[in-house]
């Protein structure tokens, strides 16, 4: 079964700190991954994606996540975190088991992670 | 721009009332979504249309009824709700599978801000 892994409901780091949010994957075929951030009462807004290419991909507001194949993982990184990042971050991978006959968009979300920055 | 809007932004209604979302996208997208969010849960989704033509239906219960107008709208109409269908009502677009200029089921679903949902 394709899933994937948000496996800290929250994460606290401080302003000006290195953050780390982590997200691990199974499916089959390809994978592509997704982070969004969903701030309180908001919808979701997209941050980045990995389809192909380099392991390392740059996103907004100064996010990036790394794509490992060997480990299955799609960490979300900031060097320098802010406390305006607080909020609710979701992988998401999408579903390649089932073919929807035209609309195979679907995303398999993670449970999300609850990131605290503390000023 | 990637925008998509919604309204209203919040609703409350009773057991009896019939209401509907609305949602619209002016991005060309062709693929557009219904989720329902629970608090800090993963949005769950409920139907997806293609081309207008409705291509997903998560076995969503039948006083969920959605509606596809044009390639720009999405509606949602609601009818006999229960309480337990309070919630966050998220509506996305995107191109669909295969049809986006990055290809096949790689691009990118776009959310707008919500529907909050009360039902008394």
């Known amino acids: 079964a394709q899933s994937v892994a948000q496996p800290e409901d929250q994460v606290n780091v401080a302003e000006g700190n290195p953050l780390t949010v982590k997200c691990t994957y199974s499916?089959?075929?390809?994978?592509?991954l997704f982070w969004y951030v969903q701030y309180p009462n908001r919808g979701l807004q997209f941050l980045l994606k990995y389809i192909t290419g380099d392991n390392l991909v740059k996103g907004s507001y100064g996010f990036e996540a790394e794509f490992n194949k060997s480990q299955t993982s799609f960490h979300l990184k900031k060097p320098s975190a802010l406390v305006s990042d607080s909020a609710l971050y979701f992988c998401a991978v999408r579903d390649n088991a089932m073919n929807y006959g035209g609309a195979t968009n679907k995303l398999i979300f993670g449970t999300g992670t609850l990131l605290a920055v503390q000023p | 721009d990637t925008e998509v809007t919604q309204t209203p932004k919040h609703l409350v209604m009773g057991m009896t009332n019939k209401k509907s979302l609305k949602c619209e996208q002016h991005m060309g997208h062709r693929a557009m979504y219904w989720y329902k969010q629970k608090a800090k849960k993963p949005p769950e989704l409920m139907f997806v249309?293609?081309?207008?033509?409705?291509?997903i239906n998560e076995s969503v219960p039948s006083r969920f009824s959605p509606e596809c107008p044009n390639s720009s709208l999405l509606n949602l109409h609601l009818h006999a709700l229960q309480p337990e269908d309070s919630a966050l009502y998220l509506c996305a677009s995107s191109h669909p599978g295969g049809r986006g200029p990055q290809g096949r089921g790689t691009d990118t679903q776009y959310f707008g801000p919500g529907t909050r949902l009360t039902v008394l």
């Open positions: 249309y293609s081309y207008e033509k409705l291509s």
């Open positions: 499916v089959s075929g390809n994978p592509y």
